[in-house]
């Protein structure tokens, strides 16, 4: 499937909002971030590198995978959904993340409602590059 990884890119004001309450996670080698049907704890903020995001059948095929660019949120629907994360993202080597606690996101979420509305634009591309892919298949 083509995914438009462009989608998973959030708006600069909330990206620096996020970075303020955000710690750094340096990769000095690939990791997992977070695994699929795992419990979110919070988001990552893609600064530097690249990471992957892939999909698993019930059955353990390969779904689906797209590699994203600095600029990325990883697992933000999740965090909103308060669900299972969907997807396992892996950071490659010398990737450079911000991570945001559940806690800390949320309270940004009511401190700064004006940024909800950029966390839904967000939510809303990645909505719909999945349909458009779907569509492809």
């Avoid at 959030?10 to 620096?16: D, F, I, N, S």
Wanted: proline letters at 5%.
């Amino acid at each position: 499937m083509n995914f438009d990884s462009s989608s998973f890119v959030a708006e600069k004001e909330l990206v620096e909002a996020l970075e303020k309450r955000s710690s750094t996670v340096i990769c000095t080698e690939p990791r997992c971030l977070f695994a699929q049907g795992g419990k979110p704890a919070g988001l990552y903020i893609l600064r530097r590198g690249s990471a992957r995001l892939a999909m698993e059948s019930p059955t353990g095929g390969s779904l689906m995978s797209i590699t994203l660019s600095p600029g990325s949120l990883l697992g933000l629907p999740a965090l909103i959904g308060n669900e299972p994360y969907t997807m396992t993202a892996n950071a490659e080597k010398d990737a450079e993340l911000g991570f945001v606690n559940r806690e800390d996101f949320n309270s940004l979420m009511l401190t700064e409602p004006s940024l909800a509305v950029r966390v839904l634009r967000v939510l809303a591309a990645e909505v719909r590059t999945a349909r458009h892919a779907i569509s492809e298949f």
